[in-house]
């Protein structure tokens, strides 16, 4: 098992940057892909990017495609959600999870494939 604290949020302007980090807990953190997703209120949960076990592979949803990057370090046990050329329709809530099913290439979209969720970080886009 692993726990997930995220941080990072916070409110920024239309066009600016903000980083995301979510720290795991655990000596296994290399053996989980790793994603992000977001979340507004009554709207479902929307994938944003994934990363495999070794940080070799990388997805990322549409909305996000050239504006985000997301990288790991396994030594620090922790994934990093880069944030730039940030709109307001990016204001959600951000969730890491944790995804133990992963092979080491294949990345999965879907936020049922992961086991193990942070408590969520609110990034609010102001104009």
């Known amino acids: 098992q692993v726990q997930l604290v995220e941080s990072g949020g916070g409110l920024v302007q239309a066009g600016g940057s903000l980083r995301l980090s979510c720290a795991a807990s655990?000596?296994?953190?290399?053996?989980?892909?790793m994603g992000w997703f977001r979340q507004a209120p009554r709207k479902e949960r929307e994938f944003v990017a994934a990363?495999?076990?070794?940080?070799?592979?990388?997805i990322y949803g549409d909305p996000v495609k050239s504006r985000f990057t997301i990288s790991r370090d396994n030594a620090k046990n922790t994934v990093y959600l880069q944030m730039s050329s940030l709109k307001p329709e990016d204001t959600d809530v951000y969730y890491c999870?944790?995804?133990?099913?992963?092979?080491?290439?294949?990345?999965?979209?879907?936020?049922?494939?992961?086991?193990?969720w942070g408590q969520g970080t609110q990034v609010t886009v102001y104009t």
């Open positions: 999870a944790a995804d133990p099913h992963a092979s080491m290439i294949i990345l999965s979209r879907m936020a049922g494939e992961y086991d193990y």
């Open positions: 655990g000596r296994t953190f290399s053996r989980y892909a």
């Open positions: 990363i495999s076990r070794s940080g070799g592979s990388t």
